[in-house]
């Protein structure tokens, strides 16, 4: 089981800690939603509860609930600019297909 971050994310994961003045790192899950059946969630993680797995890179945690671990196992989290937008890119080699509008996508 892998999740993993390139360096683009792991220095915006710690700006928004830095800037919020707490936080253990990121929890990555997923929630039912849209027409494809999942969407991505992304909060701050103040505690790591049991069960919960732990990944690292760059100096940065990332938290998922085992529930959420089979959906986004081997997803790499990217961060990026695209002319005045910039966002969490997630490649997650789990998908199998997303709804029109990008915001929701399936496993199965």
Same mark, same amino acid.
């Given at each position: ?40 969630? #992304? =909060? /701050? ?9 732990? +990944?690292?890179?760059?100096? $940065? !945690? ?14 790499? #989290? =990217? /961060? ?9 890119? +997630?490649?997650?080699?789990? $998908? !199998? ?12």
């Amino acid at each position: 089981m892998s999740v993993s971050l390139t360096e683009n994310a792991a220095r915006q994961i710690q700006k928004q800690l830095a800037k919020r003045t707490r936080g253990l790192g990121l929890r990555l899950g997923v929630k039912k939603s849209g027409c494809s059946g999942f969407a991505y969630i #992304l =909060d /701050y993680a103040d505690t790591i509860e049991e069960g919960d797995e732990v +990944f690292e890179a760059f100096g $940065v !945690k990332v938290i998922v609930t085992p529930q959420d671990l089979a959906i986004v196992n081997g997803i790499q #989290l =990217d /961060y990026c600019r695209e002319g005045i937008n910039e966002a969490f890119k +997630f490649n997650n080699p789990n $998908v !199998k297909g997303t709804c029109g509008c990008g915001e929701s996508f399936s496993v199965s």
